[in-house]
C-alpha cells in the first residue's frame, strides 16, 4: 500500500460534518434493515419485506451524492454505478416480480425458454429453481456478509493498529508480531483451517476474514498512526491533558480516513471473491440459500455443459461485476487523491 | 408359491438358482445354467477379450477387509477377495465359493458345501478349514470386526464375562465364539449351529466385510493380497488410483486356474473421484464407468454419450421421530406429521425417474416378503384434529438434515415443510454437514436418516426397530412387534414369511415413527463400449462377465 | 545480514506458533469424530460404545496430549520425518513431494507467461502516462484482476473446453501428465494475476518517466528507445520484482480453488481435503511449507530490492 497518501483536510469543516452524518445516516438506513433481514433469515414474501423499503430511496440517494462528488472520475463513476447497481438490487429484491429463488418448478430450461404461462429469462437449475430470481436474492447474501465481515475486520484492525501506533513499545512489539504470524499464512490456508474448525456458516466467515484482514489493516493504520502522532494537533491534545484513548479515536482516527476509504474498497472487492471462493469449495454459505458460490458450486457439478453453461456463468459474471465495481471504485478514489 | 418366489427359496435353500429357474419354467435372465453352477450371467456370445476398464470411484485403504466400513473398499477387492455366497443384480443370493448350502427346519443349523478346486493365489487349494478361520477370525473382539452384528454370526458368539472389571467394578463382558458352534463335516463341509433361527444366512455371507481371506492374511491386505479372485492387486495409492490385473501365475511361480469360469477384462483401474465429479470424470472421457451418479446429475448424464443404468433398490431416507423426545413422545403429534405428508408427491418430486413409493415401514417391494398394505392417504384434516386434541397446535419442529447421501435429502425435507405447511405444522429444516450429522443421527429429536439396501426386509427391521438395538435411532420399543418380527424370521417360506410380515408392517406403520417417501433408484452409467454391466442395489461391482469391444 | 537473521529468527518463532495452534485445533474431539468416521464408517462409529472408541484413539495415537504429539512431531520433522497421512494411509513426505512437485510445475508455466506478459504492457503503459494504450491496458488489468478465478476458470471452461471443445474440461491426468489438461488452469491463474503486477510496473515505470534524470536524458537528444532500455527500464523494474516474489505467496493461496476446479493434483487440493478429513500431519506440514515459501519470498524480495537499489541499504 505504497501508494497511499494522506488526504488533506477538506475546506469547510463544518459543511464537511453535515454532509459527513447525511451520508453516515443513509448508509445506516441502507444497512441496518439489510442485514437484519438477510441475517435474521426471515422468509420473504412476509410483512418483513416492507422494513426494506426506506433503504430504496437511500441507495439513490447516496448514488446521487457520491455521483456529484466523483463526477468527474469516470472510473469511480463506473465502479459506483456498478456496485449502486447491486445495493438497490439487494434492498428492492422482494418488491419485485421474480419467482421463490428456492421453489422448483421446472428444471432446465434454458435462457428465455417459455413454458405454460412462466417465462424464464435467465432459465432455470437442475433443481428447477429460476436463475434469475436466485442471481438477484444472492446478491443480498454476498453484499450482506461481505461487508459486514469487512467492517469488522475493520474494527478489529484499526482498534490493533492505533494501539500499536500510538502506544509503541512492548505493546506494538506483541501486536506487530501477533500481525506477522496471520499474515506469514497465505490467505486460503488461513480461511480453510479457521472455517474448518468452526463450521461453514455466515457467521464464521466473518471471524475468519478479520483473522485473515484485520493484520493488514493493523499494518496500515499503524503506520498512519505512528506518522500523523508526530504532528501537532496530536501534540496539543497531549498538553492539554486528554487522555491516549480520546486522542486515538478523536483526533487521530478521522485523519486516517482518506486512504483507509480507498483500501476499504479494494478489501470489500477480496472479501466478496473470498466468500464466493469459499462457498464453492463447500466451506462458507450452506445450500438452499441462494448465493452465486453455492449456484457456482451446484451447477459445477449438475451442468457442465455447453448448452447449460448460463447457469454457471450468470453467478459467475455477476460476482465479477459486484468485484469490478469495487475496483474501479478504489481506483478512482485514489486517483483523485493523488490529483489533489 | 408363484414362480418367481420359488426361484427365491430354491437359491435360498442351495438350489442352483439356474437349476431352479429351470424348474420354475422361466427363462432365465442372467444365469448361466449351462456354464455350471457359477453365480455369475451367462457368458455373451459376441463377447471379446482384452481391454481396461477404467473406473471413477473413491479409492480407500485396504487394511483389514473383515473391518471394511465403506463398500468402495470392498470394490477394490471384490475381484481378488470372494465371497461364500453371491447377490446379484436381481437381489437374489445364490452359492459362490460354497457350491450349495441347507438349512434345518428350525433354521438353526446352516451347512455349506465349499466349492471344489477353487485356487488360492499363492497355489492352496480352498478348504473348509479355511472358513472357519474367517468365521473364527470375525467373532475374535480385538478384530473388532462389524460383522458380529449380523445375525447369522451374532448367533454364533455367547456374552461371557473377560475377567476385567470396567470404572465401575462391574464384569466386562465379551462376546465370544460359542464352543461347538462350528463343525467341520470334512475338508468341504461345514456346519453353523446357531443360537436362534436365522433366515439371512447366506445373505449375510455376501454382506461386504465378510470376503474370505486366506489363512496367513497379515494386515494390511494391499501388502499381501492372496484371493481366490480372477484378479490380482497391482497398485494401491489410497485418494489416488487402484489397479489390479488378471493373475496367470501363482505365487510360487505356477499356472493359475480360475475357478469361475471366463473373465474378459485384462485390467481393472479404479481412478479416485469425488462422487460430485465422477461423472463429468466421465464426460470427459477420463473413465468408462463410474461408482454412481445422483439424482441431480441426470440431465447432464442424458446428454453425455453412454449407457446409464438405474438399479431398483431398498435404499431408503428415514425422517424418523424419536419417540421418547417431546413432542415426539406423543403418538397424536407423530401421527399428524405422517398423516400431513403426501409421500407420492415427495417421490414424484424428488425422485421422478425410477424408485419406489415408502410406506412408513421400511420393507421394500424389492423385497421378497414385502406385504402390500392398503396404500397410505394423506389427510390433512385428519393431522389437524390430531393436533387439536393433543393440545399441540400451531406446532412447530426441526428436523435436522445431513445430506449423507446426497442434497436430495434436502428436496425430501423442504417437501415435507411445504405439505406439513398445510396442517398448521411448521417445519424448519436445519441443514448441516454429513460428518456432523453422523455424529447425532441416533440421537436427535427428528432427523432424515439414509438406510442402505439389505436383500431381506427382515435383516434392516431387526438392525432398526428391535428394542433396544444399537441402531434402533428412533428409540421405538414394542414387545409386540417384536414377537411378530420374530416370526416372520423363524419363516424361511418366502409366501408364508410374507403372511406374517402384514403384522409386522403394520405395527410399525400404525406406530407413526417415520415419514419414508421413497425408495431411491441408484445410478450409474457406462460408455457405449463397455458390456455386461451389472446394475447392482448397493453398488457392488461384478464384473467377471464385463467385456470392452475394440 | 543482520534483517536477514532477525527475519528467519521470525519465521521460526511464527513456525512454531502457527503449528502448536494447529495441533490445538485438530485435538478438539470434532476432528478426531471425523477422522474416526471417515475410517469405521458411519454407522460403525455410532455403535461403538466409548471403551472401543477410547481404544481407537490409542491405536491410531491420538490419544496422547497435543502437547506431546507437538513434541514428538517436531522431533520427527527435524529428523524429515513429517508424519503419517490418517486419510491417504501413508507417509506424508512423498504425498507432499508428490502435490508440490505439480503446484511447482503449474507454478512454471505460470510465472513464464505472467512475468513476460505483464512487465511488457505494464512498461507499455507506463511509458506515455494518459495515452489511450495506458488507459486501455490500465483498465484491461483492473478488469481481469477483477474476475475472480472461479469465474475465470468457469468462463475458459465453458469457452474452450465445453464450446470449442478444443482443451480438456478437467486436469486429473490419471493417465500421466499431459500438457493439454495444464492449459486451462494456466491460463485461469496467469490471467487473474497479470493484471496485478502490469499495474505495479505501470506505476513503477510512470514515476520513472517523470524523474529529473530521464527528463534530462531525453532533453539531451538521447533517442527515446535508448532512454527506455538503458534508463528508465533498470529502476523501473525494482518495485515489480518485489511484487513478482511475493505473488509465490498468492499462488499457494491462489492455486487452491482452481486446483480443486480442474481436480488437478496439487498442493492446493491436498490442503483442502486434509484440512476437512481433519488430517492433521498433511496440514502441518502443507502449513509448514506455504509458511516457509511466504517468509522465504519477502526476505528475497527484501534482499533483490536493496541489490537492485543501491539507494537503500539494511539499518
Known amino acids: 500500500m505504497a501508494d497511499i497518501t494522506i488526504e488533506p483536510a477538506a475546506p469547510s469543516i463544518l459543511a464537511q460534518l453535515t454532509r459527513t452524518r447525511i451520508i453516515a445516516l443513509l448508509m445506516a438506513l441502507v444497512w441496518l434493515p439489510l442485514s437484519a433481514y438477510v441475517i435474521s433469515g426471515v422468509t420473504p414474501g412476509g410483512s418483513a419485506d416492507y422494513m426494506l423499503l426506506p433503504s430504496i430511496p437511500a441507495v439513490i440517494l447516496l448514488y446521487l451524492i457520491a455521483f456529484r462528488a466523483w463526477r468527474e472520475s469516470w472510473v469511480a463513476v463506473l465502479g459506483l454505478s456498478l456496485v449502486c447497481f447491486w445495493l438497490l438490487v439487494a434492498v428492492s429484491v422482494p418488491f419485485l416480480p421474480l419467482f421463490d429463488p428456492n421453489k422448483p418448478i421446472a428444471p432446465f430450461q434454458i435462457p428465455f425458454a417459455t413454458k405454460g404461462e412462466n417465462f424464464y429469462l435467465l432459465g432455470t437449475d437442475y433443481k428447477g429453481r429460476d436463475i434469475l430470481s436466485r442471481t438477484l436474492w444472492g446478491c443480498q447474501r454476498v453484499i450482506v456478509w461481505g461487508v459486514t465481515a469487512t467492517l469488522v475486520a475493520y474494527m478489529v484492525g484499526m482498534l490493533f493498529g492505533l494501539l500499536a501506533g500510538y502506544l509503541s513499545g512492548w505493546w506494538d512489539e506483541i501486536i506487530s508480531f501477533l500481525g506477522n504470524v496471520l499474515l506469514s499464512f497465505p490467505v486460503m490456508v488461513l480461511f480453510i483451517v479457521i472455517l474448518n474448525y468452526l463450521g461453514p456458516s455466515g457467521f464464521n466467515i466473518i471471524v475468519a476474514v478479520t483473522f485473515a484482514s484485520a493484520p493488514a489493516i493493523m499494518r496500515i493504520v499503524r503506520g498512519l498512526a505512528l506518522d500523523i502522532k508526530t504532528r501537532d494537533y496530536?501534540?496539543?491534545?497531549?498538553?492539554?491533558?486528554?487522555?491516549?484513548?480520546?486522542?486515538?479515536?478523536?483526533?487521530?482516527?478521522?485523519?486516517?480516513?482518506?486512504?483507509?476509504?480507498?483500501?476499504?474498497?479494494?478489501?470489500?472487492?477480496?472479501?466478496?471473491?473470498?466468500?464466493?471462493?469459499?462457498?464453492?469449495?463447500?466451506?462458507?454459505?450452506?445450500?438452499?440459500?441462494?448465493?452465486?458460490?453455492?449456484?457456482?458450486?451446484?451447477?459445477?457439478?449438475?451442468?457442465?455443459?455447453?448448452?447449460?453453461?448460463y447457469m454457471l456463468i450468470v453467478p459467475a459474471l455477476s460476482v465479477s461485476s459486484l468485484i469490478l465495481g469495487f475496483n474501479l471504485m478504489a481506483d478512482g478514489l485514489r486517483e483523485m487523491s493523488l490529483r489533489d | 408359491m408363484n414362480r418367481r418366489e420359488f426361484v427365491r427359496i430354491a437359491a435360498l435353500t442351495g438350489l442352483a438358482a439356474g437349476t431352479a429357474y429351470a424348474m420354475a419354467g422361466l427363462a432365465d435372465p442372467v444365469?448361466?445354467?449351462?456354464?455350471?453352477?457359477?453365480?455369475?450371467?451367462?457368458?455373451?456370445?459376441?463377447?471379446?477379450?482384452?481391454?481396461?476398464?477404467?473406473?471413477?470411484?473413491?479409492?480407500?485403504?485396504?487394511?483389514?477387509?473383515?473391518?471394511?466400513?465403506?463398500?468402495?473398499?470392498?470394490?477394490?477387492?471384490?475381484?481378488?477377495?470372494?465371497?461364500?455366497?453371491?447377490?446379484?443384480?436381481?437381489?437374489?443370493?445364490?452359492?459362490?465359493?460354497?457350491?450349495?448350502?441347507?438349512?434345518?427346519?428350525?433354521?438353526?443349523?446352516?451347512?455349506?458345501?465349499?466349492?471344489?478346486?477353487?485356487?488360492?493365489?499363492?497355489?492352496?487349494?480352498?478348504?473348509?478349514?479355511?472358513?472357519?478361520?474367517?468365521?473364527?477370525?470375525?467373532?475374535?473382539?480385538?478384530?473388532?470386526?462389524?460383522?458380529?452384528?449380523?445375525?447369522?454370526?451374532?448367533?454364533?458368539?455367547?456374552?461371557?464375562?473377560?475377567?476385567?472389571?470396567?470404572?465401575?467394578?462391574?464384569?466386562?463382558?465379551?462376546?465370544?465364539l460359542r464352543d461347538g458352534a462350528i463343525t467341520l463335516v470334512d475338508s468341504h463341509t461345514i456346519q453353523f449351529n446357531l443360537s436362534?433361527?436365522?433366515?439371512?444366512?447366506?445373505?449375510?455371507?455376501?454382506?461386504?466385510?465378510?470376503?474370505?481371506?486366506?489363512?496367513?492374511?497379515?494386515?494390511?491386505?494391499?501388502?499381501?493380497?492372496?484371493?481366490?479372485?480372477?484378479?490380482?492387486?497391482?497398485?494401491?495409492?489410497?485418494?489416488?488410483?487402484?489397479?489390479?490385473?488378471?493373475?496367470?501365475?501363482?505365487?510360487?511361480?505356477?499356472?493359475?486356474?480360475?475357478?469361475?469360469?471366463?473373465?474378459?477384462?485384462?485390467?481393472?483401474?479404479?481412478?479416485?473421484?469425488?462422487?460430485?465429479?465422477?461423472?463429468?470424470?466421465?464426460?470427459?472421457?477420463?473413465?468408462?464407468?463410474?461408482?454412481?451418479?445422483?439424482?441431480?446429475?441426470?440431465?447432464?448424464?442424458?446428454?453425455?454419450?453412454?449407457?446409464?443404468?438405474?438399479?431398483?433398490?431398498?435404499?431408503?431416507?428415514?425422517?424418523?421421530?424419536?419417540?421418547?423426545?417431546?413432542?415426539?413422545?406423543?403418538?397424536?403429534?407423530?401421527?399428524?406429521?405422517?398423516?400431513?405428508?403426501?409421500?407420492?408427491?415427495?417421490?414424484?418430486?424428488?425422485?421422478?425417474?425410477?424408485?419406489?413409493?415408502?410406506?412408513?415401514?421400511?420393507?421394500?417391494?424389492?423385497?421378497?416378503?414385502?406385504?402390500?398394505?392398503?396404500?397410505?392417504?394423506?389427510?390433512?384434516?385428519?393431522?389437524?384434529?390430531?393436533?387439536?386434541?393433543?393440545?399441540?397446535?400451531?406446532?412447530?419442529?426441526?428436523?435436522?438434515?445431513?445430506?449423507?447421501?446426497?442434497?436430495?435429502?434436502?428436496?425430501?425435507?423442504?417437501?415435507?415443510?411445504?405439505?406439513?405447511?398445510?396442517?398448521?405444522?411448521?417445519?424448519?429444516?436445519?441443514?448441516?454437514?454429513?460428518?456432523?450429522?453422523?455424529?447425532?443421527?441416533?440421537?436427535?429429536?427428528?432427523?432424515?436418516?439414509?438406510?442402505?439396501h439389505r436383500p431381506l426386509g427382515t435383516m434392516v427391521l431387526s438392525l432398526g426397530y428391535r428394542t433396544g438395538v444399537p441402531w434402533n435411532e428412533s428409540a421405538f420399543a414394542s414387545a409386540e412387534f417384536d414377537a411378530a418380527l420374530d416370526a416372520a424370521e423363524a419363516t424361511l417360506d418366502v409366501e408364508e414369511r410374507r403372511a406374517k410380515m402384514e403384522t409386522v408392517e403394520k405395527i410399525l406403520q400404525d406406530a407413526a415413527v417415520m415419514v419414508q417417501p421413497l425408495y431411491r433408484p441408484v445410478y450409474t452409467i457406462t460408455s457405449k463400449k463397455v458390456h455386461g454391466y451389472p446394475a447392482h442395489p448397493t453398488q457392488y461391482h461384478q464384473f467377471n462377465k464385463v467385456w470392452m469391444s475394440a | 545480514m543482520k534483517l536477514i537473521g532477525r527475519r528467519l529468527i521470525q519465521m521460526i518463532l511464527i513456525l512454531i506458533v502457527a503449528s502448536i495452534i494447529l495441533f490445538i485445533i485438530f485435538d478438539s474431539d470434532t476432528f478426531k469424530m471425523r477422522i474416526a468416521l471417515a475410517e469405521l464408517g458411519n454407522f460403525g462409529v455410532s455403535a461403538m460404545d466409548p471403551d472401543d472408541y477410547k481404544a481407537w484413539l490409542v491405536k491410531k495415537g491420538l490419544d496422547i496430549p497435543f502437547y506431546q504429539r507437538f513434541a514428538l512431531w517436531v522431533g520427527n520433522v527435524l529428523q524429515g520425518d513429517l508424519g503419517w497421512s490418517f486419510e491417504k494411509n501413508t507417509a506424508v513426505g512423498p504425498l507432499l513431494w508428490a502435490a508440490l512437485k505439480n503446484t511447482g510445475i503449474l507454478a512454471f508455466w505460470v510465472f513464464a507467461l505472467m512475468v513476460p506478459l505483464s512487465l511488457i504492457l505494464g512498461v507499455l503503459a507506463g511509458m506515455r502516462e494518459g495515452s489511450r494504450l495506458d488507459r486501455s491496458i490500465s483498465f484491461i488489468s483492473v478488469f481481469t484482476t477483477s474476475i475472480p478465478e472461479i469465474a475465470t476458470a468457469i468462463i475458459l471452461t465453458v469457452i474452450f473446453a465445453l464450446g470449442l471443445k478444443w482443451l480438456p474440461t478437467k486436469s486429473a491426468m490419471i493417465s500421466g501428465f499431459d500438457g493439454w489438461q495444464l492449459m486451462l488452469p494456466v491460463m485461469t491463474l496467469v490471467l487473474y494475476d497479470f493484471g496485478y503486477v502490469a499495474r505495479m510496473t505501470r506505476a513503477s515505470m510512470a514515476e520513472v518517466m517523470t524523474s529529473q534524470y530521464i527528463r534530462t536524458a531525453v532533453l539531451k537528444g538521447l533517442p527515446y528507445r535508448r532512454v527506455i532500455l538503458r534508463h528508465a527500464l533498470r529502476n523501473a523494474l525494482i518495485a515489480p520484482f518485489t511484487v513478482i516474489v511475493l505473488q509465490l505467496n498468492w499462488l499457494l493461496s491462489g492455486v487452491v480453488v482452481v486446483e480443486v476446479f480442474f481436480e488437478y493434483k496439487g498442493f492446493g487440493k491436498l490442503l483442502l481435503e486434509a484440512a476437512l478429513f481433519g488430517d492433521i500431519y498433511v496440514v502441518q506440514a502443507c502449513t509448514l511449507v506455504a509458511v516457509i515459501v511466504a517468509v522465504t519470498s519477502q526476505i528475497i524480495s527484501d534482499i533483490g530490492y536493496t541489490f537492485l537499489n543501491p539507494r537503500i541499504r539494511f539499518a
Open chain 2, 31 to 176: 444365469m448361466a445354467a449351462e456354464t455350471g453352477n457359477l453365480p455369475f450371467p451367462a457368458d455373451e456370445a459376441d463377447a471379446q477379450s482384452g481391454g481396461i476398464l477404467k473406473v471413477a470411484m473413491q479409492i480407500q485403504k485396504m487394511e483389514d477387509p473383515a473391518t471394511y466400513s465403506w463398500v468402495e473398499m470392498s470394490n477394490q477387492t471384490r475381484h481378488l477377495l470372494e465371497y461364500l455366497a453371491m447377490t446379484g443384480p436381481d437381489n437374489i443370493t445364490r452359492p459362490m465359493l460354497a457350491e450349495s448350502w441347507s438349512a434345518s427346519d428350525d433354521l438353526k443349523t446352516w451347512t455349506f458345501n465349499i466349492r471344489k478346486g477353487v485356487m488360492w493365489h499363492n497355489g492352496d487349494e480352498l478348504t473348509a478349514e479355511h472358513i472357519k478361520w474367517n468365521v473364527e477370525r470375525w467373532t475374535d473382539p480385538a478384530i473388532g470386526s462389524s460383522n458380529v452384528g449380523l445375525s447369522s454370526i451374532s448367533a454364533l458368539v455367547e456374552e461371557v464375562d473377560s475377567g476385567e472389571k470396567d470404572d465401575k467394578g462391574n464384569a466386562k463382558m465379551v462376546k465370544k
Open chain 2, 196 to 452: 436362534k433361527p436365522v433366515l439371512s444366512f447366506p445373505e449375510d455371507m455376501y454382506n461386504y466385510p465378510t470376503a474370505i481371506l486366506h489363512p496367513s492374511f497379515t494386515p494390511p491386505f494391499s501388502d499381501n493380497p492372496i484371493g481366490t479372485g480372477a484378479y490380482g492387486l497391482a497398485e494401491l495409492a489410497v485418494g489416488d488410483k487402484c489397479i489390479l490385473k488378471r493373475i496367470t501365475k501363482t505365487t510360487d511361480g505356477k499356472d493359475f486356474t480360475y475357478w469361475g469360469g471366463k473373465v474378459y477384462l485384462d485390467e481393472i483401474h479404479y481412478y479416485n473421484f469425488d462422487e460430485d465429479n465422477q461423472l463429468t470424470a466421465f464426460a470427459g472421457g477420463d473413465v468408462d464407468a463410474i461408482y454412481e451418479f445422483s439424482i441431480e446429475q441426470m440431465e447432464l448424464a442424458k446428454a453425455v454419450e453412454g449407457n446409464i443404468i438405474a438399479a431398483r433398490t431398498a435404499q431408503t431416507l428415514c425422517c424418523r421421530m424419536r419417540v421418547t423426545e417431546p413432542p415426539f413422545d406423543d403418538i397424536r403429534v407423530r401421527k399428524a406429521i405422517v398423516m400431513a405428508c403426501d409421500n407420492a408427491a415427495i417421490k414424484a418430486l424428488v425422485y421422478p425417474e425410477g424408485g419406489d413409493i415408502g410406506e412408513n415401514h421400511h420393507v421394500a417391494p424389492v423385497h421378497p416378503e414385502y406385504f402390500e398394505l392398503p396404500p397410505i392417504k394423506r389427510d390433512v384434516e385428519g393431522a389437524k384434529a390430531l393436533l387439536k386434541e393433543a393440545g399441540k397446535e400451531n406446532l412447530e419442529v426441526t428436523i435436522d438434515v445431513g445430506n449423507t447421501d446426497g442434497p436430495w435429502h434436502q428436496s425430501v425435507a423442504e417437501a415435507m415443510r411445504d405439505q406439513l405447511k398445510d396442517a398448521g405444522i411448521t417445519l424448519n429444516v436445519n441443514v448441516m454437514p454429513a460428518s456432523n450429522y453422523w455424529e447425532i443421527w441416533a440421537k436427535t429429536g427428528f432427523g432424515a436418516t439414509a438406510w442402505t
Open chain 1, 234 to 309: 496530536v501534540f496539543a491534545a497531549q498538553t492539554r491533558g486528554e487522555s491516549p484513548l480520546w486522542i486515538m479515536f478523536v483526533e487521530l482516527l478521522p485523519n486516517v480516513r482518506g486512504p483507509i476509504i480507498v483500501d476499504a474498497c479494494l478489501r470489500l472487492g477480496y472479501t466478496t471473491v473470498a466468500i464466493t471462493t469459499l462457498t464453492f469449495l463447500g466451506l462458507g454459505l450452506q445450500p438452499p440459500d441462494p448465493d452465486w458460490g453455492l449456484m457456482i458450486r451446484e451447477s459445477a457439478k449438475t451442468a457442465m455443459l455447453f448448452k447449460f453453461s
